[in-house]
């Protein structure tokens, strides 16, 4: 009890041991100057803009998802209890959690810190790389989440990282993942060459977005039970209103994130890859698309 006490207060002393140094930066900036890190999978940019669009997308799920929490954990969460976001990006929904629920206690993990903000004092980062382990011990956590690492994780790692947030939580405990795929319906040609070049310069890290349809089969193989599983179907476009218009908004931004590594995989010039972009609100409009969230949750 009071070795737990006293990590929780002194986080950085006490998972130094374990924590391994954070991944190198890109030397060279990239054609599409965008801050990037070496030595791990993750094809997305790693810089203030980036930030901002997680942000941004944090509060696109929310609008859609109309909450925060898909397992049903709201309940126990009000009593209090650690919780834990994997690859948790700007901490904005850790931080949100923190706050709506004070008795908890929340870590957010990732690669990297990337800006100070003002957290609570429930709240804690602590750097981690979700492929090397994670730095806590068996049945830590009342709820684990881990959002939108698609293009984080190689394929076939993921039966291992879901296993690996089975250990930290606790029994009883519920074990929750979100991504977006690469299914879409009512796709244009314009967004099926987006996700078919995306698709090519993932497959270089072995990382398959087609798959994610797929958690909450890993969840039960980690030994989960009560499994849960929906397919959000996100609307793109002002067709579809604020949410559409707020999302179009999410992936064209995130598309551009990928410009360095499609460009150079592909072999495409940069402006026939922006142009593809530039022309996908108006597509996505005329076609009334949707692009499937994969949520799922499962009990340990
Ligand atoms: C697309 S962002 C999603 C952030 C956050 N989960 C959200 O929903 O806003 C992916 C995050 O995973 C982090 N990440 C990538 N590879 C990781 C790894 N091997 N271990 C831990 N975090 C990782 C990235 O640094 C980034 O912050």
């Known amino acids: 009890m009071f070795t737990r006490l006293w990590k929780w207060l002194h986080p950085v002393q006490a998972e130094q ?3 391994e140094p954070a991944p190198a930066l890109s030397p060279e900036r ?16 790693k810089d203030l803009d980036e930030i901002n669009r997680l942000d941004f997308q944090h509060y696109v799920l929310r609008l859609a998802l109309g909450r925060l929490t898909f397992a049903p954990i709201e309940e126990q969460l009000r009593h209090g209890g650690q919780v834990l976001d994997v690859g948790c990006g700007s901490g904005r929904w850790a931080i949100e959690i923190a706050r709506l629920y004070p008795l908890t206690q929340v870590t957010g993990l990732d690669l990297e810190q990337v800006k100070a903000t003002t957290s609570p004092p429930n709240y804690r980062f602590v750097q981690g790389n ?5 730095p806590f011990a068996d049945s830590t956590f009342l709820y684990t989440h881990q959002r939108f690492l698609v293009a984080a994780l190689p394929l076939e790692r993921w039966p291992w990282v879901v296993q690996e947030l089975y250990r930290v939580t606790a029994p009883g405990g519920w074990i929750e993942l979100i991504e977006l795929g690469a299914e879409t319906r009512n ?12 698709r090519q310069a993932a497959a270089m890290r072995g990382i398959d977005g087609t798959q994610m349809n797929r958690l909450s089969q890993w969840l039960q193989q980690a030994g989960c039970r009560q ?10 476009g002002a067709w579809a209103g604020r949410l559409g218009l707020l999302f179009i908004r999410d992936l064209v931004a995130g598309f551009s994130g990928l410009e360095a590594p499609v460009t150079s995989i592909c072999g495409l010039s940069p402006e026939h890859f922006r142009q593809t972009i530039a022309a996908l609100e108006q ?4 076609h009334r698309t949707q692009y ?9």
């Open 17 to 19: 041991e374990q924590a």
């Open 227 to 236: 499994i849960l599983s929906h397919t959000l179907w996100l609307p793109v």
């Open 187 to 198: 796709a244009g040609p314009g967004l099926q060459q987006l996700i078919a070049w995306g």
């Open 283 to 286: 597509e996505c409009d005329q």
């Open 30 to 45: 990239q054609s599409d100057r965008r801050r990037r890190l070496t030595g791990v999978p993750y094809l997305l940019p």
């Open 292 to 300: 499937a969230c994969y949520l799922a949750a499962g009990q340990r």
């Open 130 to 134: 979700i492929l090397e382990g994670l």
